[in-house]
């Protein structure tokens, strides 16, 4: 009977929209609100019993809005901590956040929260309903302040650490975006060279009446097939790149590979294992300051290193640490980490102050990962302009060798 009562109160909540009211109580004087109901006569009922004459009520509307990004929850976990440490009770922070953000999604998605912990879900676990943009870790720590009753300490802990993660993974995309946009110009240039430029030159040297060099004969040949098959190129090579990120993003075979490649890769491979490194300290060391035993901290730890590599050590070290290994041990056995790193775990562990020595190592690898992005930033640039110097100075250069052997062959 309790299982078809929780059934029925569920599919009634998923039918609940936030309604927009104005009336008058019972001194006359003019109010305004909004309630979350299954329809405006119990709008008009509830207020009714509360005394209030209704004049409006109005359905709210929300438009589809942006998609919710990493950057939306960490402003959200900021806001919804500061809130809290100033004494604002959690119901109304919810609603403070909710009308305050920009983004009509994300505004949907609070109110959605705070109608299942108005209802008496606790808080984690109506984080819990929507892992797409709270992950097991965020929902660990929120669950485990709410036991301690140290909510919003874990909350402000929560926001440093997603602050920090979304810095690494933008110095990693700004390191990465800068070469890979250069190269998918230098490919848009170069086809419409081959495409449209090298045909008019084509139809010049065919008057010329001498054997062409052999530069010219090679792009030429390659001219003439960009211009037949160009189609297949270019549909080819966006196919190639869907399924390529398709596969890598679905399958783990092709993500422990990608990742094993990402990790030795030159120049990048460095800063990759520096920010994953960084992240992986920084997630452990937020976790067990948090109070949360080693071994359920493990569980978090892995995927959020975002590395498959760093996850299936993190795996082989839970096991360990579980049957009685010491950290460090695990960490040495899994050798995946650099030895200032097992070191400095090692002097948490021995000195009980394993969060503090963690957080450490994170700071050192953010603070590395920053100086390695500013050199690969002033490296890449002459490199590039090497390289587009090499690819569209030779082509003009084969293109230009019949014009400048035009005097001989008159």
């Known amino acids: 009977m309790a299982t078809a009562t929780r059934k029925t109160a569920g599919t009634t909540l998923a039918k609940e929209a936030i309604f927009a009211w104005e009336g008058k109580d019972r001194a006359g004087k003019t109010v305004k609100g909004e309630l979350r109901a299954n329809g405006e006569a119990t709008v008009n009922a509830t207020l009714r019993r509360q005394g209030i004459l209704i004049t409006k009520v109005k359905k709210k509307s929300f438009t589809s809005g942006k998609k919710i990004t990493d950057?939306?929850?960490?402003?959200?976990?900021?806001?919804?901590?500061?809130?809290?440490?100033?004494?604002?009770?959690?119901?109304?922070?919810?609603?403070?956040?909710?009308?305050?953000?920009?983004?009509?999604?994300?505004?949907?998605?609070?109110?959605?929260?705070?109608?299942?912990?108005?209802?008496?879900?606790?808080?984690?676990?109506?984080f819990r309903k929507f892992p797409l943009y709270f992950d097991a870790l965020f929902c660990n720590l929120v669950g485990a302040g709410e036991q301690a009753g140290i909510l919003e300490d874990l909350l402000t802990r929560l926001a440093i650490y997603k602050e920090k993660t979304l810095a690494i993974k933008g110095k990693i995309k700004s390191a990465l975006f800068y070469p890979v946009s250069i190269l998918a110009v230098a490919f848009i240039v170069t086809a419409v060279i081959m495409i449209w430029v090298v045909p008019?030159?084509?139809?010049?040297?065919?008057?010329?009446?001498?054997?062409?060099?052999?530069?010219?004969?090679?792009?030429?040949?390659?001219?003439?097939?960009?211009?037949?098959?160009?189609?297949?190129?270019?549909?080819?090579?966006?196919?190639?790149?869907?399924?390529?990120?398709?596969?890598?993003?679905?399958?783990?075979?092709?993500?422990?590979?990608?990742?094993?490649?990402?990790?030795?890769?030159?120049?990048?491979?460095?800063?990759?294992?520096?920010?994953?490194?960084?992240?992986?300290?920084?997630?452990?060391?937020?976790?067990?300051?948090?109070?949360?035993?080693?071994?359920?901290?493990?569980?978090?730890?892995?995927?959020?290193?975002?590395?498959?590599?760093?996850?299936?050590?993190?795996?082989?070290?839970?096991?360990?640490?579980?049957?009685?290994?010491?950290?460090?041990?695990?960490?040495?056995?899994?050798?995946?980490?650099?030895?200032?790193?097992?070191?400095?775990?090692?002097?948490?562990?021995?000195?009980?102050?394993?969060?503090?020595?963690?957080?450490?190592?994170?700071?050192?690898?953010e603070d590395e990962v920053d100086e390695a992005v500013a050199s690969i930033a002033s490296l890449m640039e002459p490199l590039i302009m090497v390289v587009l110097g090499v690819l569209i100075g030779g082509l003009v250069i084969a293109m230009y060798l019949p014009i400048f052997k035009l005097g001989s062959v008159v």
Do not use: C
């Open 200 to 365: 008019a030159f084509k139809t010049v040297f065919a008057s010329f009446g001498a054997d062409l060099p052999a530069p010219t004969l090679v792009v030429m040949a390659i001219s003439d097939f960009f211009v037949k098959w160009w189609y297949l190129i270019f549909g080819g090579l966006f196919a190639a790149l869907y399924f390529f990120f398709q596969s890598w993003k679905r399958s783990l075979k092709m993500q422990r590979f990608m990742d094993r490649i990402l990790l030795k890769a030159p120049i990048f491979g460095a800063v990759i294992r520096k920010a994953t490194i960084a992240r992986w300290t920084r997630t452990l060391a937020t976790m067990f300051a948090a109070g949360v035993p080693l071994v359920e901290s493990l569980d978090s730890v892995g995927g959020a290193s975002g590395n498959a590599v760093y996850l299936d050590a993190t795996k082989k070290i839970q096991n360990e640490v579980s049957t009685g290994t010491s950290l460090t041990v695990a960490m040495q056995n899994a050798d995946v980490f650099p030895n200032m790193v097992t070191q400095m775990v090692s002097i948490g562990e021995e000195s009980g102050s394993l969060d503090a020595m963690l957080g450490k190592v994170a700071d050192f690898y």
């Open 71 to 126: 950057k939306d929850i960490s402003l959200f976990t900021r806001q919804l901590a500061t809130m809290m440490k100033a004494g604002v009770p959690l119901l109304q922070s919810f609603d403070i956040v909710a009308k305050g953000h920009s983004n009509p999604s994300v505004s949907k998605l609070i109110q959605e929260i705070r109608a299942d912990v108005e209802t008496g879900t606790s808080l984690n676990q109506a």
